[in-house]
């Protein structure tokens, strides 16, 4: 990328013309921050380039007339508060737009010949390390840069800073009313913050303090009073805001509200640093810390990763607390329990032969890759409805569920106790799982090797031709890409997961139960005690309905789409993979035991249902401590603690 050789300080202060085009003068300031900031590596020599700068101009007259003259164009022709009120914050409240405009910031250049501060202060300055050397400036270099700037103005020069920044004030009030106004927020606030109007009277506030800081006659205890009133109001502001957020753990929640929430945070802490700059003894030193958060603040506004982390962090607890309580159902804790399971995974075993009979139904329409994944994830979609029906289980979907309710477990790990009441989570969790996998796995095989047998017997002939049973197999095998595949499938299991709990979360924050309820058309239409049955129903479980259904249609087109690509990527589900050696193995009868391709698949179901359990365990696991805030943990010592139960009580980890 080609750069211009940077300017000595003598060619910058020679271009110095204050008559020039507006580009041109905001131009300069563009190159004096870069001379100042240098190679950007050390703070001290900033420092000294700019008091070299001070010193230079303090010799030279003629250079001091100009740039007083440039600086007073600037301060007419650049409207300073849309830097103070407006920088950072997202001109629209909705979390898209934003989005959209940080993506256009950094596809689209921008010009120097504006008006608005904050596009002119985003070139100037846009550096971490601006920053650094801003903050590290001390009063006397920054006093001298002022009477550089505005002469002998003095007063005058004080007074138009305090006016520009109570002009900031107000404006970043009046944003503050349209968002605390707005009903998504309003409606959520507690009934007391609703009642104590705290938005209502802040214009009057600072409308006071502008009046107590520029009359010349008033007194410094009035102005005392008046900025105290204004603090305790946006501190009842801010106090009126976080109630939303105890609405957000009955009713829901979502990205956009919680990115309406953030900016109106930020914009009351916004209020509070002006009023800090104000009031400040040091307006200077005041005013260079400012600037320096508002670098910070540029470098934040500028990226998108910060704002899907910043937004989204909320949500992600929410659809993570949902799937912990979710979760909590599929650990077991003592030997009823644990044979409970064995049953419950044991019927989706049974059903699950049944899928895996009907898949190869499908593969005999030979229908086109599109429709063929998409008749097979229908076929799982119901399955696995079917088998939530029936209170049976499937022992693949439950790690994504179970992490998020072993994080939670991380959140007080102070003393021992709390560790060995951890490690005994970890221990009965794998030990459900264990009893889920073998319940499936046990009944799956036997039962899809008998109704290929029946199959085969009722029409005289295999299940299916040996060509295909034998690639079958050998799809299957320990040997090639089922390890990658098995992985694979457990990303897809934690997604799953992951949209189930964001389906809940939009159910409940759309209050959909009370609309199925209550509802004329639909009361109408199903009948009021029919309704009154389908709302509750509909709430508890249309988490696991949209786990069922996602997760059937994610293991049927993701081979499509895939082969689309070009990336002959497949799945590998544990049950389906047993269920499908089964159906090979019943079409090529008592002779396939002597088939090395039998074995190979065979020993590949550990490792398959291992690969399904982890991966998709891991990755919930870390989103919900990300999710929790969990850190600072003792690794070392759960690690510990965990190998220790494993030598003492190694059966544990597999029966009760």
Not at 269 to 289: E, I, K
């Amino acid at each position: 990328m080609f750069r211009p050789p940077p300017l000595d300080l003598p060619q910058l202060l020679a271009q110095l013309q204050p008559n020039a085009p507006m580009a041109e003068r905001h131009l300069w300031l563009i190159h004096l921050c870069a001379w100042v900031r240098g190679d950007g590596h050390t703070v001290s020599a900033a420092r000294d380039r700019l008091q070299l700068l001070i010193h230079s101009l303090q010799a030279d007259a003629d250079a001091q007339a100009r740039l007083q003259a440039w600086w007073a164009q600037l301060v007419d022709s650049v409207d300073m508060t849309t830097l103070l009120a407006d920088f950072g914050f997202a001109p629209r409240t909705a979390f898209l737009s934003e989005f959209s405009a940080r993506l256009r910031s950094k596809l689209m250049p921008t010009t120097p010949e504006t008006i608005d501060a904050s596009e002119l202060f985003a070139l100037a300055l846009h550096k971490p390390f601006d920053a650094q050397w801003l903050t590290s400036l001390g009063e006397e270099p920054l006093q001298a840069l002022v009477v550089l700037l505005t002469g002998n103005e003095g007063e005058g020069s004080r007074q138009r800073w305090q006016a520009v920044l109570l002009d900031a004030i107000t404006y970043c009030a009046g944003q503050m009313l349209a968002n605390g106004f707005a009903p998504e927020l309003r409606l959520r606030m507690s009934e007391a913050a609703r009642e104590a109007q705290p938005f209502h009277a802040l214009l009057r506030e600072i409308e006071t303090l502008r009046v107590e800081v520029l009359h010349p006659l008033r007194t410094g205890e009035r102005q005392d009073t008046a900025v105290q009133r204004l603090r305790e109001r946006l501190d009842a502001c801010r106090s009126a805001v976080n109630t939303v957020y105890q609405h957000f753990g009955d009713e829901g929640i979502s990205v956009g509200l919680v990115f309406r929430l953030r900016q109106l945070r930020e914009r009351i802490l916004r209020v509070r640093a002006l009023l800090d700059c104000l009031l400040s003894p040091q307006p200077a030193s005041a005013a260079a810390q400012l600037l320096a958060r508002l670098v910070q603040v540029g470098r934040e506004r500028h990226s998108l990763g910060a704002l899907i982390a910043a937004n989204s962090s909320l949500v992600a607890a929410k659809v993570a607390e949902r799937s912990a309580e979710t979760g909590e159902h599929y650990i077991t804790r003592d030997r009823s329990e644990y044979f409970s399971m064995v049953r419950m995974a044991a019927g989706g075993g049974a059903v699950m032969a049944l899928t895996t009979l009907a898949k190869f139904g499908l593969y005999a329409l030979a229908l086109s890759a599109f429709w063929a994944g998409f008749a097979a994830g229908l076929n799982y979609a119901i399955s696995f409805v079917l088998i939530q029906l029936l209170h049976f289980t499937v022992a693949t979907k439950q790690p994504a569920m179970t992490a998020p309710a072993m994080a939670a477990k991380l959140k007080n790990l102070e003393d021992a106790t709390a560790i060995e009441e951890f490690v005994d989570k970890v221990t009965q969790l794998v030990r459900s799982q264990v009893a889920a996998v073998l319940g499936n796995v046990l009944l799956v095989l036997p039962c899809a090797f008998l109704l290929a047998w029946l199959i085969g017997l009722w029409r005289g002939q295999p299940a299916l031709d040996a060509e295909h049973a034998q690639h079958t197999l050998q799809s299957l095998s320990l040997w090639g890409p089922s390890l990658l595949f098995a992985a694979f499938t457990g990303v897809l299991l934690f997604a799953s997961s992951i949209l189930a709990g964001w389906v809940e979360n939009w159910f409940v924050l759309n209050r959909l139960d009370s609309a199925i309820q209550y509802n004329p058309r639909i009361t109408a239409w199903l009948g009021r005690e029919r309704a009154a049955r389908w709302a509750p129903s509909l709430r508890a479980n249309i988490s696991g309905y949209a786990a069922n259904i996602s997760l059937g249609f994610m293991l049927g087109l993701t081979p499509a789409f895939a082969a689309f690509f070009g990336l002959g990527l497949e799945v590998r589900h544990v049950t389906l993979s047993t269920g499908q050696i089964g159906v090979a193995g019943a079409s090529l009868g008592w002779a396939v035991l002597h088939e090395p391709a039998l074995w190979w698949a065979a020993a590949m179901i550990p490792f398959n249902g291992a690969l399904n359990v982890g991966v998709s365990f891991y990755l919930a696991f870390r989103l919900a401590l990300r999710a929790h805030n969990v850190s600072g943990v003792e690794r070392g010592r759960i690690y510990q603690a965990l190998r220790q139960r494993l030598r003492q009580q190694p059966l544990g980890f597999f029966l009760p």
